[in-house]
């Protein structure tokens, strides 16, 4: 197959055309490679302000700054070729006013050639919203828990359980829609509300921590795959444990490493191992003999992906 296939790349419009179709699959995205690794199966990658936590060790997605964001989109359009790229607006970055929410949008859209922004807010970012849709904007909603606003909800829980916060989160809902968002995500709210609000709106809802009645469906990778192994969310559902797999490998890694068990001449250039490192136990110097392999002495930069070393 050739190296140089054709990706077709899923647009903003696809995505708003969705709604009631097939499941839209979105995850998050911080890095490059993670970005090769998923791109082939997901509809959606989101650039999460989240990496402040994943990444950085931060307590919220508070101290991100926008900077950090154009950074890592950048490293993540490198890698996708299919995706629909969208970017977190860090907090501070929109809030302020229309106009300064759309220099900093502008900006992402520019420097990291995504295809549209995520912001947080729903009767009270309505304006901006809609001011950066007018002005050549993508913007993909989010309303339920707002993680950046977690110390005024008072902390990371489910929303909507009563009728006053359910009716907000309802008219946060229709605020998004009528401004223009391409779609919206429903974070952390009551399953029969965000099944409410998907039926009622015409563009496609992505839940976390929502319903299977979302039009499409988000998990932050780490997550997913078991890279924490300390807290697991309600609503994540893990499908690999690398956290172990990884914390194993360096066990072993160390340990051969200490006990000089690696490298060996095996892994060495321009040097034969000797001949009684080959044949091991008798059974193996009775093999037929075989043809060595020509010493490969190419030596590859730590730069190139460590799976390409030594080919």
């Known amino acids: 197959m050739s190296v140089h296939k054709q990706w077709k790349k899923v647009t903003v419009p696809q995505i708003r055309e969705s709604k009631g179709g097939e499941p839209i699959i979105c995850l998050t995205a911080y890095t490059s490679l993670t970005a090769v690794l998923l791109d082939e199966h997901v509809d959606l990658l989101l ?33 996708a070729r299919k995706s629909c790229v ?106 029969p509300l965000a099944r409410e609000i998907t039926e009622m709106l015409s563009i496609p809802t992505i839940g976390i921590g929502a319903s299977p009645a979302c039009d499409g469906q988000i998990l932050v990778t780490e997550d997913l795959v078991g890279l924490f192994s300390g807290f697991k969310p309600k609503f994540v559902k893990r499908y690999a444990e690398l956290g172990a797999a990884i914390e194993k490998a360096v066990e072993e890694y160390a340990g051969d490493v200490r006990a000089r068990r690696f490298p060996t001449l095996e892994q060495c250039f321009g040097v034969k191992a000797p001949e009684s ?26 730069g190139l992906r460590s799976t390409s070393f030594g080919k």
């Open 86 to 191: 969208i970017v977190d607006m860090p907090f501070g970055s929109y809030q302020e006013s229309p106009e300064s929410a759309f220099r900093n949008a502008a900006r992402v859209m520019k420097e990291v050639g995504c295809a549209g922004v995520k912001l947080e807010g729903g009767v009270e970012m309505a304006e901006t919203i809609r001011f950066l849709v007018q002005r050549g904007i993508p913007v993909l909603g989010h309303i339920g828990l707002l993680p950046q606003s977690v110390n005024t909800a008072g902390g990371f829980r489910s929303l909507g359980r009563k009728d006053k916060e359910a009716a907000g989160i309802i008219e946060d809902a229709k605020a998004v829609e009528e401004a223009g968002a391409f779609a919206t995500v429903i974070e952390g709210t009551v399953e």
């Open 47 to 79: 650039v999460g302000d989240s990496l402040g936590m994943v990444l950085y060790g931060m307590d919220s997605t508070l101290g991100v700054s926008l900077d950090m964001m154009i950074g890592h989109g950048k490293a993540v359009m490198r890698g």
């Open 277 to 302: 490192e080959a044949k091991t136990d008798e059974s193996k110097s009775e093999a037929p003999e075989t043809k060595p392999e020509p010493v490969d002495t190419t030596v590859i930069p730590m």
